[in-house]
């Protein structure tokens, strides 16, 4: 058997193997980048205070719009109005980066890549 024990196979099948492994991480390289600038140019909607405050943020995590119903301004309590805007911003971005993990848990089976978005 010689000096590397439990080796088998010639070396070039073992490179052949290497060779496939690293077309199909490429492959899924480039499918996960097309899948991400796909997610990035969606859309999510969050809201906070029963609709009083309306958030749309990019899959980007981007604030594309915010909207406030009149009837949420309150000059006397403007502490309540900051709260629901917090809360449907956070919100918003929380599922952007739901909508971001689903994409590319498509692509990877669910395993969770460390760095990966």
């Not at 991400?36 to 999510?44: A, D, L, N, P």
């Not at 969050?46 to 009837?71: H, R």
């Not at 949420?72 to 956070?90: F, K, S």
Request: proline letters at 3%; charged letters at 25%.
């Amino acid at each position: 058997m010689g000096k590397y024990k439990g080796f088998s196979g010639s070396g070039m099948n073992n490179n052949t193997k290497m060779s496939n492994v690293v077309k199909q991480a490429q492959k899924m390289q480039e499918e996960m980048e097309r899948v991400q600038s796909e997610i990035e140019e969606k859309t999510v909607e969050a809201t906070a205070g029963g609709g009083a405050v309306t958030v749309v943020a990019s899959g980007k995590k981007e604030i594309l719009s915010l909207k406030i119903d009149p009837d949420a301004v309150d000059p006397e309590d403007v502490e309540t109005l900051e709260d629901l805007v917090m809360v449907a911003v956070n919100d918003a971005i929380k599922k952007a980066d739901e909508m971001m993990a689903e994409g590319m848990g498509a692509i990877t089976g669910g395993l969770n890549i460390p760095g990966l978005f």
